[in-house]
Structure formats: structure tokens, C-alpha cells
């Protein structure tokens, strides 16, 4: 019998052996529209989260408690967090930016044993009343005085350790014990908790060596806290802009091309409205990143005009690379924007977005579209290629469950036995993505919306086939198709948001010439009803995931026949 031997923290182990004064972590700060670093290499990364880990043991803090983690991206996020990971302690990472009832929530389900966070977090905590029924330990992480005091937490800088010679001994787990919960942004649902196992991290990593070809001595532009923490885990060092991560549209462009060029960042992470603001700012300061060699977007798909505005600012031969996934398994298959840029035209004409072939290790299917609960995979079940049915998906980087969510478990997970006999296997559970899409008969993966936006009327219609063709349209922004009830029957109806400048007077015309799309393709024939939205109800991180549910309610109310 094998002895456990997982940890994250065994890979930042390596790089604090092999690379120790190599840079680990650079934290931008800008006050004042001056600029400034926090710095640190592998070596102290490493002893900083092994004394922290002492100091948490020594406060009561032990293997197998679930910790939330509300601390703003800093020097302090990356060693409270490794310092978890190596205490064996259960790191909960939610997105600020859900909203306090879903935060709420999240802490009920999740109940932790501990609370980290900054002098803000803790506020909110005791006045929201977060975690109060669960929470034994309480640690404040910077702030000043009077934050610290109002806090109501034990300031984490603060706690005794008792001396101890030699590094810290890292927990060891086995691959299939729980390493983090991490929520997903309730974007497009009520947030859940995915649980994260070792060997999850572990897939992810090897990923991001084999795959996107990632190697030790890079430097990262990281705009995304949990992609961060996988810097240091392959040797690569995470650059951290001063920026809200929750709220990348806001986020300043100069900040960022000041910090990769002051680090010269070799790659990118960014999620799709992140790309277009950085493109734009590009743009009009014909402004150029030469050290970037890769750029990796996900989150939501990427338009092919903003990944074209943004690729104006690399060298040629750099790829804008379109990651599918989700927080439940990610990564699962990748585009290079070369290749994106020839399905153009497949796209324009409703044929669903590309998101490239399975990484390796990998497998993709696609089921029949249905709500029902599917207990076991049998290959029967797989639609023939081109056929659009519900994206399933099997790898190891796929989660096998929702933390205390036995319900949406069950409706998003089917058990594969295929692979039981083989002891090593992580791949005994397939994820049911909550998309809809086809495979075509390359093997590629073209994606064609989520499951829940579909419209079933006289015939069943995708939101992503259909709105792309009306989005072909030059005075149209986006479009957003939604159910109404027409006369007691389910209708389709499409909202319309236009480009700046363009006035509701040509409105006649516009929908004339809606139309007439409409009629032009087999698949958007039968939408003739049609809404201009002043402004689509957008989530904040990503701009770009459309909240059709509210859409739907607002055009019930709108239409009149």
C-alpha cells in the first residue's frame, strides 16, 4: 500500500530547493497614481507559510477544519494559503463579488471552523452574522489599529508559536481527500460549493505544463486569485496588478501594462471583458506586449473581435488561448485564436461557438437533453457527432461532488464504473456541464449555450446559434434569447441591445431587418418577436455572462401582441 504523498504545497517545496531566489510573488500597490511592489522569492514564500501553519497549529487550528479566506490578493494571501494547504486545513474561497445573500448562504452550507480575513470581512461577518453558528477561531489579517479592534479577531501577525526547529512537516493526503471548497459565482445559478480534491490540483497542474506548455522561471500577469496560487506551484512567478479581481472591467489598463513590462511577464491570464478593455487601451495607444508568449482567457466565451483587437498588441506568432470549463472541471478543452479566427463564419451563421479539442486525459460526450437524474454512464447514451444534446465530461481534473449539495450532486454527476478496476483511476465520475453543444467529426467541441436558456416552442432553438446571427446585424451590441408566454404557450423573443449611438427612431426598420434573418436560417426561423434593452443585466466579473432569467421577466412584462 502506497504511503499519501499529495499537497499542493510539495510543488512550492521544489521551487523553494531548486529556485530559491527566484522570484515567487510581486504585488502592485497604487496610490496616489504611483506605483509600487511587494516582493517576494520561493525560499521565504516557503519558510513564511511554514511558520504561519506553526502559528495556526498553535492557535487550535488543526488538520481537517474548513477555513474561509476573505483576504484581498497580497504577500499574506499566498502564505495564509499554502500555510493551510500544508496544515492540512480546508481553505473555503468565495467570490466577494456573489452578493451578501449568496455570501450568507455559502458560510451556512459550508460551515467553517474558521474565519481569516481582512478587518472588512470581519466587520461584515459580525454584522451579517456569517458563519456565527460554526466559527470557533477568528484571525484578522492587516488593517489598521482601529480596524483591527473593530475587527473583533485576533490579529494573525500577533499569534505566539513555540519554538521549533526544522521546516514544517506538510500533511500528506491522499489524492481523493478534500483540499479546498471553492464556490462557484452563482452567475449562473445559486453558488455551490465544488469540492476540490488533491488530485484535482494536481490534473490542473499538469495541465498547465503539458498542455499550455507553462514552464519554471515564467513570470504571470495574474488577474484571478485561484489561477494565482498555481504561480509558485510551477515555478512560475505570479505578478498580482492592483486591481478587483471581481470586477475586471474596472480595472485600469496602465496598472497592468506597467506591470508586465516592469516584470516581463511572459504569460496572461484574463478573463473575456478584461481582454476587450485591455485591447481598446491598446489600441488607442498603439501600445505593445513583447515579452507575452501566451495569453489564456476563460471564464465565458470570448468575442473574435475583442480576442482580434487585443492579439494587435503581441507578436504574430502569440496565441489568444480559449479555455472551456468551469469551476466543477477546468480545464477541459482548448482553442488557439489562429484556429478560432477560421470558424468565423461557422459561428456568424448559428453554428455555435468552437471551443477546440478535449485537453489530454480528457473525454467528452454528449447525452440527450434532459432534467432527469442519470445514476450510471453507459455509452448508449452518446448522441452521434453534430448532434446538439448536454456536454458531459470525464477527467481528472473533474470534481466528484458539491459540498453538503447532495441534490445537485446527484442531478450533475453520473457514475462511470468503466474505470473501477483500475485502483489508480481518478476518472470515475463524468460532470454533466449544464451546456449544450456538438462534437463534430474532427472531434472538436463547438458549444451552443447553457442547457437552462434553450426555448422549446414549436421547435427547440439555443441561444448561442441564434444570437450570433442576429448579432451579424451592424447596429446590434448583443442579443439575448428568451421564453415568453404567448396566448398560454411557450414563444421565443429576442432582446436587443444596440451599439452606442444608435437611437430607438430606426426601430421599424431594425426589426424589419431582424426579420428577415430570422427567415434567412432554418434554425432562428420562428423568431418574430423582438425587444430593444436599454442595457443587458450583465455578471460583474465576467461582463459578458447575460442574465437571460432577468431578461425573461422584464420582456414578459414588456410584450404586448
Request: glycine share 6%.
Amino acid at each position: 500500500m502506497t504511503k499519501p504523498s499529495a499537497n499542493i504545497c510539495r510543488h512550492l517545496q521544489h521551487a523553494a530547493t531548486h529556485t530559491p531566489k527566484e522570484l515567487a510573488v510581486a504585488v502592485q500597490t497604487a496610490k496616489s497614481s504611483s506605483l509600487s511592489y511587494q516582493e517576494i522569492n520561493f525560499l521565504d514564500l516557503h519558510f513564511q507559510s511554514d511558520d504561519i501553519a506553526y502559528r495556526l497549529n498553535d492557535y487550535g487550528i488543526k488538520a481537517g477544519m474548513k477555513a474561509v479566506l476573505m483576504v484581498t490578493p497580497s504577500i499574506d494571501f499566498f502564505v495564509l494559503t499554502f500555510a493551510l494547504f500544508k496544515a492540512g486545513v480546508i481553505p473555503i474561497l468565495v467570490d466577494p463579488g456573489m452578493g451578501v445573500k449568496n455570501l450568507k448562504q455559502c458560510f451556512e452550507e459550508a460551515k467553517p471552523d474558521v474565519f481569516i480575513g481582512i478587518p472588512k470581512a470581519h466587520i461584515a461577518r459580525r454584522v451579517l452574522g456569517w458563519g456565527k453558528s460554526s466559527v470557533t477561531h477568528y484571525l484578522n489579517v492587516g488593517g489598521s489599529r482601529l480596524q483591527r479592534w473593530l475587527s473583533g479577531a485576533k490579529s494573525i501577525d500577533q499569534l505566539p508559536k513555540e519554538s521549533v526547529a526544522g521546516s514544517y512537516p506538510m500533511q500528506l493526503l491522499e489524492r481523493d481527500e478534500i483540499a479546498a471548497i471553492l464556490f462557484t459565482s452563482g452567475s449562473t445559478g445559486t453558488p455551490k460549493g465544488v469540492v476540490y480534491s488533491h488530485g484535482m490540483f494536481e490534473a490542473q497542474i499538469q495541465a498547465l505544463k503539458h498542455d499550455y506548455g507553462i514552464t519554471p522561471g515564467e513570470r504571470d500577469l495574474a488577474t484571478f486569485p485561484l489561477f494565482s496560487l498555481f504561480g509558485p506551484a510551477l515555478g512560475m512567478a505570479s505578478i498580482v496588478p492592483a486591481m478587483d479581481a471581481s470586477k475586471p472591467i474596472t480595472a485600469n489598463p496602465d496598472y497592468l501594462f506597467a506591470a508586465i513590462e516592469k516584470y516581463q511577464c511572459s504569460n496572461m491570464f484574463v478573463n473575456p471583458a478584461l481582454l476587450e478593455r485591455l485591447g481598446q487601451a491598446g489600441e488607442q495607444t498603439n501600445h505593445k506586449l513583447t515579452s507575452v508568449k501566451r495569453v489564456i482567457s476563460a471564464g465565458a466565451p470570448a468575442t473574435i473581435s475583442s480576442i482580434k483587437l487585443f492579439s494587435q498588441m503581441l507578436t504574430p506568432s502569440v496565441e489568444v488561448l480559449n479555455s472551456y470549463g468551469a469551476t466543477e472541471s477546468l480545464p477541459i478543452s482548448m482553442m488557439p485564436s489562429s484556429a478560432l479566427f477560421d470558424t468565423t463564419q461557422a459561428t456568424d451563421n448559428g453554428k455555435g461557438i468552437c471551443v477546440g479539442h478535449p485537453i489530454e486525459g480528457v473525454d467528452i460526450a454528449i447525452i440527450d437533453i434532459t432534467e432527469e437524474v442519470i445514476n450510471q454512464w453507459d455509452e448508449s447514451l452518446t448522441l452521434n457527432h453534430g448532434e446538439i444534446g448536454e456536454i458531459v465530461v470525464k477527467g481528472p481534473m473533474v470534481s466528484s461532488s458539491y459540498y453538503h449539495r447532495d441534490s445537485a450532486t446527484a442531478a450533475a454527476k453520473i457514475s462511470d464504473s468503466a474505470d473501477a478496476e483500475n485502483k489508480n483511476s481518478q476518472n470515475l465520475v463524468r460532470h454533466r456541464m449544464g451546456d449544450v453543444g456538438y462534437l463534430d467529426t474532427e472531434g472538436k467541441l463547438w458549444m451552443c449555450g447553457r442547457k437552462a436558456h434553450r426555448v422549446d416552442s414549436d421547435k427547440r432553438y439555443f441561444s448561442i446559434p441564434c444570437e450570433r446571427v442576429f448579432n451579424t446585424h451592424p447596429q446590434i451590441k448583443r442579443s439575448a434569447l428568451v421564453a415568453i408566454e404567448v396566448n398560454g404557450e411557450t414563444a421565443p423573443l429576442l432582446c436587443v441591445e444596440l451599439k452606442k449611438g444608435i437611437v430607438c427612431s430606426t426601430s421599424k426598420m431594425l426589426y424589419q431587418e431582424l426579420l428577415e434573418i430570422a427567415d434567412k436560417y432554418e434554425h432562428t426561423k420562428g423568431i418574430h418577436r423582438f425587444l430593444i434593452h436599454p442595457d443587458f443585466p450583465v455578471d460583474v466579473r465576467h461582463n459578458a455572462k447575460i442574465f437571460r432569467e432577468k431578461l425573461s421577466v422584464w420582456a414578459q412584462k414588456q410584450w404586448k401582441e
